[in-house]
């Protein structure tokens, strides 16, 4: 708990925060057990502490390079101006294992939800758009159904 609310402060400096992440992924729980996964929400308040694109790319790299050898699944949300196919690509993207797209599709007739995975290193995937749901128990996509837009 006492982790979760750190990490909630705008306050919070990079330095503090990959301190603490580094820490406390050590031992979590009673008894003491290493964590399994690590969410830091969101890159862009940490991001824009930083004036400068050279001076951001290089907090960037310097989460990556700590939270990597944590051996834990590690999830960095970010936000998209817009998401579209031709959009242009955030530098955390290129650094990035694995890059997972939540949109919000809308026409007039319809209006989606879709999950879709943009990349897996080293792994094949599927990288059409799928509907999901996000409810009490967690996200569900819904890898049988397919969005066509």
Do not use: W
Not at 21 to 43: E, F, H, Q
Not at 118 to 139: C, F, N, T, V
Request: net charge positive; glycine share 6%.
């Amino acid at each position: 708990m006492k982790l979760q609310k750190l990490l909630r402060s705008p306050q919070t400096s990079l330095s503090t925060l990959l301190h603490t992440v580094n820490s406390a992924t050590r031992g979590v729980g009673y008894p003491l057990r290493p964590a399994k996964r690590v969410v830091i929400d969101s890159l862009a308040t940490l991001i824009l502490q930083f004036p400068g694109g050279a001076e951001r790319r290089q907090a960037i790299k310097g989460i990556i390079d700590t939270v990597r050898p944590l051996n834990c699944t590690t999830l960095l949300l970010s936000e998209l101006s817009h998401s579209s196919s031709d959009r242009a690509y955030a530098f955390e993207e290129y650094l990035a294992d694995g890059i997972f797209l939540m949109r919000d599709l809308t026409t007039p007739q319809t209006s989606d939800h879709s999950f879709s995975v943009e990349k897996m290193r080293g792994i094949s995937h599927d990288r059409r758009l799928h509907p999901y749901r996000i409810a009490r128990g967690g996200l569900t996509v819904f890898s049988n159904e397919i969005i066509d837009h």
